[in-house]
């Protein structure tokens, strides 16, 4: 490698990865553009099409319903953006009801809604004493996570009545088996998070996680590309014209 190669690879690395946090009009979105500022991205909170499908990665968060956040989504075009980044291995973080609108669907005060379809499975209400399910809880994370490296053993903040409680999905091919970790809350038992090559979500907030948070965005940027300049990163992703 020759001094401009070198030059050139440390200014990628250096540079903060650049990422959209889909604004589909869910609250509590500006807690989660600072909390992946304070953890050294670049972020955009915009539902631009070649913004979101430019960056480095993209954020989905979701407050609320099923239905309603899934609504606002496909709204902006959000299916399609996350179905162009996953088809070019970009990544795709959902946060929240962000995570459960991954699923085929949601069912919700005896209402089922269709959901995203990026994995198998339902939403449904907590089979528990206490509902929501609001505080601190540990999760059970796989060995080979890299989401949780370093803060297995650590506590995340739950806001939630509806959860994904079973995992569907078989492994496809060769393809390296989605990574599923689980929590628990008043004996009921539910999927906290998936790690599933380019696409990453979880139950829990991050944000309001504290420093356990903080260090699980932080592992999630450092599995992001850098992609350059967004006008030269978004070719090649959008569809052609018809």
Not at 109 to 133: D, F, K, N, Y
Not at 148 to 162: L, M, Q
Request: proline share 5%.
């Amino acid at each position: 490698m020759d001094r401009r190669e070198g030059e050139e690879q440390v200014s990628a690395e250096a540079t903060a990865p650049r990422v959209v946090v889909l604004d589909h009009g869910s609250g509590n979105v500006r807690s989660v553009v600072r909390a992946l500022e304070a953890a050294g991205a670049e972020v955009e909170l915009t539902a631009d099409r070649k913004s979101a499908l430019a960056a480095d990665g993209l954020v989905v968060p979701g407050v609320g319903a099923f239905a309603s956040t899934c609504e606002q989504v496909l709204a902006v075009g959000g299916d399609r953006l996350i179905e162009r980044r996953l088809a070019g291995g970009l990544p795709v973080l959902g946060i929240c009801v962000g995570l459960q609108i991954l699923f085929d669907a949601g069912t919700e005060h005896g209402v089922r809604s269709a959901g995203l379809g990026q994995w198998p499975g339902e939403i449904t209400r907590l089979e528990a004493s206490v509902v929501p399910h609001m505080g601190w809880n540990t999760v059970e994370a796989p060995t080979e996570t890299r989401l949780f490296a370093g803060i297995e053993e650590e506590r995340f903040y739950f806001v939630h009545s509806y959860a994904a409680r079973t995992w569907e999905m078989e492994p496809i091919g060769s393809l390296p088996a989605p990574l599923v970790t689980w929590a628990e809350h008043d004996g009921d038992r539910f999927i906290a998070a998936v790690e599933n090559a380019a696409l990453t979500a979880t139950q829990f907030h991050p944000e309001k996680s504290g420093e356990a948070g903080a260090a699980l965005l932080s592992n999630w940027l450092r599995t992001l590309p850098r992609r350059g300049t967004a006008a030269g990163a978004a070719e090649g992703l959008e569809e052609p014209v018809r």
